[in-house]
């Protein structure tokens, strides 16, 4: 045969490599997009209308928390937090509605100390998903009823799942990055539920 059709398959067979590898690594890169966010991935998807949108978008994320100066807490920081928290979910019975709303205030507030902005919900939601995308669905709901509340539109069955929610968030926040192990972050929830009355919050 002559040379330029060699050259022609050549260049053939460079580019099947190429997509083969390209395509490889897309595979890949979903893979570890779907293994990270879990149910936060599909919902990206949907609301995205497509994968490699919601892919850009997650990777973009992701991008965006390595560049956060997140910090622990101190024991101080923590303990006064509980105490805020104890507070606030005391608050439940007589006002519900203001427990939400100090329940919201109370993770924004330790989100803040942690080193997350917070003057945008959205992006507030896109940030504790990289770590916790098992519980960026449920803040997104305690903070949609908290909205529903503002509007007198909540339920106190409503409420109660809102707080519970914020609670969730708020225990992990407390104790992530904090460079203790597993008991010091069950001691915390432990703290949290020895002070929850149980007919009220459950």
């Given at each position: 045969m002559d040379t330029w059709v060699w050259i022609v398959i050549g260049v053939i067979v460079v580019f099947v490599v190429l997509g083969v590898v390209f395509s490889a690594l897309r595979t890949r890169r979903s893979r570890s997009l779907q293994n990270q966010f879990g149910r936060e991935y599909d919902r990206t998807v949907?609301?995205?209308?497509?994968?490699?949108?919601?892919?850009?978008e997650l990777a973009e994320r992701q991008k965006r928390h390595d560049e956060l100066e997140l910090r622990p807490l101190s024991q101080d920081a923590r303990d006064r937090y509980?105490?805020?928290?104890?507070?606030t979910q005391g608050r439940f019975v007589d006002d519900p509605t203001g427990a939400v709303s100090e329940a919201d205030d109370l993770v924004q507030r330790v989100m803040r100390d942690r080193g997350y902005p917070v003057d945008d919900f959205e992006q507030r939601a896109a940030d504790i998903s990289v770590e916790h995308p098992e519980l960026v669905e449920k803040y997104r709901t305690a903070n949609g009823i908290a909205r529903a509340s503002e509007r007198g539109e909540a339920s106190t069955e409503d409420l109660r799942h809102s707080v519970r929610h914020y609670r969730a968030l708020f225990v992990e926040l407390l104790e992530v990055d904090d460079g203790g192990d597993a008991s010091t972050r069950d001691r915390a929830a432990e703290e949290v539920h020895a002070h929850e009355n149980v007919e009220r919050l459950r």
């Open positions: 949907d609301k995205a209308g497509g994968r490699r949108e919601a892919e850009r509980l105490q805020q928290w104890q507070v």
